[in-house]
């Protein structure tokens, strides 16, 4: 990999929309596939308004074949349009067995039509065992591999998580990292190295692991910086993790001690950071704040 291709990596957008959003007549640049809406299990489409105060402008859409397997997390989407979700438990008494939270789910992109992608090992079902699974997932555009991080397994005491790299064309895993619960998974060049970097779910630490380029881990896990001291709360956890055009490394966080509830991404607040590539040391760009995408 040339050090122009590894600077472009997380940052050039590669992502597009599901050719079907704009069948179903829906304006696809104000348009998208949401699991956060507070009433409506697994995913659905939603046409925002042009306006936020015109709720009428709003409209929404729900296939048969997306609420079908329960309430969903975290969303990714990849080159042609297809979005890739996982099983999310809203409540502790609703949540889903401990055998289904584990699956990968993905909305075809041109069908609009929602299956199983992969099933990953099933998590023990002893005593103490957290009732989650994939807390998130990333699709890398160029390595064409998509990241689950799943934390199945994990109790108090122990920690159990694995971050997988999996080929989106068959729902193989080709690889994974092991030990780690991890909140956020995203891949950029930043540092200058294909890198995956990695929000802890057990403490306010942003980690990170080199990839080759084809997407498999290469080298140990080191420390990347900490965001526990840069705001009012030491509770938060990387919950999305993202390049913005400059290069700067956005960290969307919130509040996690593995308790099932709603994700709302407003709830989140964000810290951004800077790389120096002279002195491979990260500048704290913005403490906490509210949520704002750059």
């Known amino acids: 990999m040339t050090s122009e291709e590894i600077s472009k990596i997380g940052i050039t957008s590669c992502r597009t929309q599901a050719p079907f959003i704009k069948d179903l007549g829906f304006d696809m ?3 998208g596939l949401s699991t956060t809406e507070p009433s409506v299990m697994g995913v659905v489409l939603i046409q925002y308004p042009r306006k936020s105060a015109d709720s009428a402008d709003k409209k929404m859409y729900q296939d048969r074949s997306w609420s079908q397997y329960g309430w ?6 990849d080159l042609d349009g297809n979005t890739y979700t996982a099983p999310y438990p809203r409540e502790s008494t609703s949540g889903r067995p401990l055998s289904e939270i584990n699956k990968i789910y ?3 992109g041109a069908t609009g039509n929602m299956a199983v992608l992969t099933e990953l090992p099933k998590a023990d079902s002893a005593a103490g065992v957290y009732p989650f699974g994939v807390l998130d997932l990333y699709y890398d555009c160029h390595g064409k591999k998509l990241y689950a991080s799943s934390v199945a397994g994990s109790t108090p005491e122990k920690e159990k998580g694995v971050i997988y790299a999996i080929d989106p064309e ?3 895993v080709i690889d994974k990292l092991e030990g780690h619960d991890a909140s956020a998974v995203f891949v950029g060049g930043i540092t200058g190295q294909k890198r995956l970097f990695f929000g802890s779910a057990r403490s306010s ?5 080199e990839l080759t380029k084809e997407g498999k881990f290469k080298s140990d896990v080191r ?3 900490s965001i526990e001291k840069l705001g009012e709360t030491r509770n938060d956890r990387a919950r ?3 390049s913005n055009e400059d290069g700067n490394m956005m960290i969307f966080a919130s509040k996690f001690d593995y308790t099932p509830g709603i994700e709302r991404e407003d709830d989140q607040a964000l ?10 040391k990260w500048i704290v760009l913005q403490g906490r704040s509210r949520r704002k995408e750059n």
Do not use: L, P, Q, W
């Open 240 to 242: 999305r993790i993202h």
């Open 72 to 77: 969903m997390g975290t969303v990714t989407s």
């Open 170 to 172: 068959n729902g193989a």
């Open 29 to 31: 640049s104000r348009s």
């Open 205 to 209: 630490d942003v980690y990170s692991v």
């Open 106 to 108: 993905m909305v075809n």
């Open 271 to 280: 810290y951004r950071f800077a790389y120096n590539k002279s002195t491979k």
């Open 223 to 225: 420390k990347e910086f």
